[in-house]
């Protein structure tokens, strides 16, 4: 499933598909992760998450950061970029919550701040 399904029906064609993935940002995979746990302690601290939910979003992006680290986070075929990637692995550890990473924050925010923390 592609961020971008809802409006079609078919899947898109393996041309197309090929053409739309990017794996060039796998390089700021932990820088991603670091902006998302910082992202999950705003959402806690101005109280749009519990305690527990940071707890729990927190432990699962840790496991992802250090799976980063370690250079053993597995990449699936679905796997836009790095971005869907996260949003996945985090799924598979902690369920639903993962939906609410995003809270307030556009993809393109994302992506300015993992740039920024890369070229530091």
Request: net charge negative; proline share 2%.
């Amino acid at each position: 499933m592609t961020l971008w399904s809802g409006r079609f029906s078919e899947p898109p064609d393996d041309v197309l598909w090929r053409f739309t993935v990017d794996h060039s940002d796998r390089r700021m995979l932990v820088d991603d992760v670091v902006g998302s746990i910082a992202h999950v302690g705003m959402l806690g601290d101005v109280g749009l998450l519990s305690d527990d939910e940071v707890a729990t979003l927190s432990s699962g992006l840790e496991t992802i950061r250090g799976e980063a680290e370690a250079d053993s986070f597995a990449y699936v075929d679905g796997d836009e970029d790095i971005h869907s990637a996260v949003e996945r692995r985090l799924g598979e550890l902690v369920g639903d919550i993962a939906g609410k990473l995003h809270t307030g924050r556009s993809r393109n925010d994302q992506v300015a701040l993992d740039v920024r923390l890369y070229l530091r």
